[in-house]
Nanobody, 122 residues
Framework: QVQLVESGGGLVQPGGSLRLSCAVS??????????TGWYRQAPGKQRELVAA???????TYGESVKGRFAISRDNDKNTVYLQMASLKPEDTGVYYC??????????????WGQGTQVTVSS
């Protein structure tokens, strides 16, 4: 069973930095075959893509975080990271780790963590 556990969230002042981690288990040695991503959801808003990294290490970022956030992964540790800098109050929300893979005959399969709260406030 694939499980994702996020950590590293918390309260930070505007302009500060945080590093989120997502520890993945249950994928065995094929973690590298999965695409990964971070999403966030602010109160009253829909979940949105923050950053994604394909199994080929191609990256995609949401417009509002470009130049401030960086996604990375360590395939040896089955872990995904999100380095966040120059944080703004509008970055506040619950951040979710995502793992996805295309399964032949079934389509895309997504796995989600439980989320970690990030609050940017003075």
């Amino acid at each position: 069973q694939v499980q994702l556990v996020e950590s590293g969230g918390g309260l930070v002042q505007p302009g500060g930095s945080l590093r989120l981690s997502c520890a993945v288990s249950g994928t065995g040695t094929i973690f590298a075959a999965y695409n990964t991503g971070w999403y966030r959801q602010a109160p009253g808003k829909q979940r949105e893509l923050v950053a994604a990294m394909s199994r080929g290490s191609e990256t995609t970022y949401g417009e509002s975080v470009k130049g401030r956030f960086a996604i990375s992964r360590d395939n040896d540790k089955n872990t995904v990271y999100l380095q966040m800098a120059s944080l703004k109050p509008e970055d506040t929300g619950v951040y979710y780790c995502n793992l996805n893979i295309l399964v032949l005959g079934t389509g895309r399969r997504d796995y989600w963590g439980q989320g970690t709260q990030v609050t940017v406030s003075s």
